[in-house]
């Protein structure tokens, strides 16, 4: 997991509030992907970006989640409005996307969403 | 959409013992992955299969991508207590990169 840092590591909100849960990838990665795990499930895929452009988001609700990977900076992953049920934790995963070792992801330590 | 179906779903094993655990598709997948989380922790890869028949170790564990594309295994050898954890299995099918991941197998070990 060295190397994926998402911040922060645990996030209260309120109902109706706003979250912004950030990743920077791996050194020399320009892939980054957010999944959403729930308590005793697996992961579910959610977004899959590249610098400045969405490749996949098939995952992500329609409305109050957005997820967004700038030229400079981290990936943000924001969920507007929230409410109890996207409490969970949410995970960045980057890779270096060339060849074999793009499917060779690595995932940082999550952030924890907690909606009161 | 696409499922992956892991089993066992739990385990509780002697420390020693072998573990074998495995994941199954409906759809054939192009890249098979083997993860361990711990609690609190991000998933950590263990092992990734890129061919039909591929057969890879790491270590005590050994991981083999099926022949019909459509399942893998994951054996850990002369478990210990540092083997307790989640495992995920996760897959990549044609035209994306996006994982599937299985529900996960947790393992206990008992000393």
């Known amino acids: 997991n060295a190397g994926v840092m998402q911040n922060p590591r645990h996030l209260v909100r309120r109902r109706g509030q706003e979250a912004r849960l950030r990743c920077s990838p791996m050194?020399?990665?320009?892939?980054v992907y957010w999944y959403r795990q729930l308590p005793e499930e697996g992961l579910k895929f959610m977004v899959y970006l590249q610098k400045e452009n969405i490749i996949d988001e098939s995952g992500m609700p329609k409305e109050r989640f957005s997820a967004e990977f700038p030229k400079e900076g981290p990936s943000i992953l924001r969920i507007q409005q929230v409410v109890r049920g996207d409490s969970a934790a949410y995970f960045c995963?980057?890779?270096?996307?060339?060849?074999?070792?793009?499917?060779?992801?690595?995932f940082g330590q999550g952030t924890r969403l907690t909606v009161v | 959409g696409q499922q992956l179906n892991q089993s066992p779903q739990s385990m509780f094993i002697q420390e020693g013992e072998d573990v074998s655990m495995n994941c199954t598709s409906s759809?054939?997948?192009?890249?098979w992955l083997w993860y361990k989380q711990d609690p609190g922790e991000g998933p950590v890869l263990l092992i990734a299969l890129y061919k039909a028949g591929e057969l890879t170790s790491n270590g005590r564990l050994t991981a083999q991508f099926g022949i019909t594309r459509k399942d893998s295994f994951l054996n850990i050898s002369a478990s210990i207590p540092s083997d307790v954890g989640i495992y995920f299995c996760a897959g990549t099918y044609s035209g994306t990169y996006k994982y599937i991941f299985g529900t996960g197998t947790r393992l206990k070990v008992l000393a």
């Open positions: 759809s054939i997948f192009n890249t």
């Open positions: 050194k020399g990665h320009s892939h």
């Open positions: 995963a980057s890779s270096p996307g060339r060849g074999q070792l793009n499917t060779e992801a690595f």
